[in-house]
């Protein structure tokens, strides 16, 4: 087969001038010019739109594949082991732990807010000027190789979510007051599950109470299902740590007997109530993009708190109101 050669003059700017090409295109030159400019204009038209919304549709359906991850039980570990070391240092040194409002664990250093300020921690502890913060690298936590008691500080703590800074920890009894998570619906009930998880899973909340009103398995999958009436009953009683989890502000005498268990200083419950209020403590909203606007603690995303592997059942206030209960108990609004 003979090769057909193209010599580069052929190919030079003179031979695709107008002039070189109007034997082929004229009369029609102008024509089909604008004829090929109108194709790529409505061509982009169409284009850039499905590109830019596929773009935005997959940034905001976190909701959508967000529990089919599952979470790496070594991060379990790494803030069971940090809680030990916190908790056991001050054991050796003597030091009261005043106790955790915000624990943030980073790649290489943990800060803890506490609920009141202490200047001298115990090593290897750095403190801020103020006493509110305590830090550490996780290097020297390691290397301490301290571990305390932590049964009875850390019962109602749950990850939030993650930013630059690290992973954010909360202790929901220490908000001394309810909780709220609004938002997108969908989203809302993707942050209760992860509350739930963890407070079923995690070594440190293992002897913790676990309820729930107004919510459907299907929605959250843990916790007793228990009336109203039980429920502020169990917050009241402080007989034991626990998380309460409402789909809705309750009426206002059983809204007014929660607050007043959860002001007080001794106060072992967490309550979550799944909708907005202007009297919560702490006032998250959950996005479908996978963030959480949570107020004090910053915009944290809520998507990388992964649901572990395998949920043991939780540990329920009541194991009989746990088997009893069939359906949920509707709370009346405010």
Do not use: Y
């Not at 029609?28 to 169409?46: D, E, K, Y």
């Amino acid at each position: 087969m003979t090769a057909l050669a193209l010599s580069p003059s052929a190919l030079s700017p003179s031979a695709l001038s107008p002039s070189a090409l109007s034997p082929f295109v004229h009369p029609f030159g102008n024509l089909a010019l604008t004829i090929a400019v109108l194709l790529v204009v409505v061509t982009l038209a169409f284009t850039v739109p499905l590109v830019v919304g596929a773009r935005k549709e997959r940034s905001t359906v976190a909701v959508d594949w967000a529990d089919q991850v599952r979470a790496d039980p070594a991060s379990t570990w790494t803030v069971d082991r940090v809680l030990r070391a916190l908790i056991g240092s001050c054991e050796r040194e003597r030091v009261v732990f005043p106790g955790m409002v915000r624990l943030v664990v980073g790649l290489d250093r943990v800060d803890v807010d506490l609920v009141s300020p202490t200047v001298a921690p115990p090593a290897p502890w750095s403190t801020t000027v103020d006493g509110r913060t305590w830090s550490a690298s996780l290097a020297a936590l390691h290397a301490d190789g301290v571990a305390g008691d932590r049964s009875g500080h850390f019962a109602t703590t749950v990850a939030l979510g993650s930013s630059s800074d690290g992973r954010t920890h909360v202790e929901l009894a220490h908000a001394h007051g309810p909780v709220t998570v609004s938002g997108d619906r969908a989203a809302v009930l993707a942050v209760a599950r992860r509350i739930t998880d963890q407070l079923a899973t995690s070594p440190w909340s293992s002897a913790t109470a676990l309820a729930t009103v107004g919510l459907t398995h299907d929605e959250v999958a843990l916790g007793a299902v228990l009336s109203l009436d039980d429920a502020v009953a169990r917050v009241v009683e402080n007989a034991r740590p626990g998380v309460l989890l409402l789909a809705d502000v309750p009426g206002r005498d059983a809204w007014a007997a929660l607050r007043a268990a959860l002001e007080r200083p001794d106060s072992l419950w967490g309550v979550v109530v799944l909708t907005s209020s202007t009297e919560a403590r702490w006032s998250f909203t959950a996005r479908r993009d996978g963030l959480l606007e949570a107020g004090p603690f910053g915009e944290l995303r809520w998507v990388d708190v992964a649901l572990s592997a395998t949920a043991r059942p939780a540990t329920t206030p009541d194991a009989d109101a746990a088997a009893t209960a069939t359906t949920p108990t509707a709370v009346s609004t405010r």
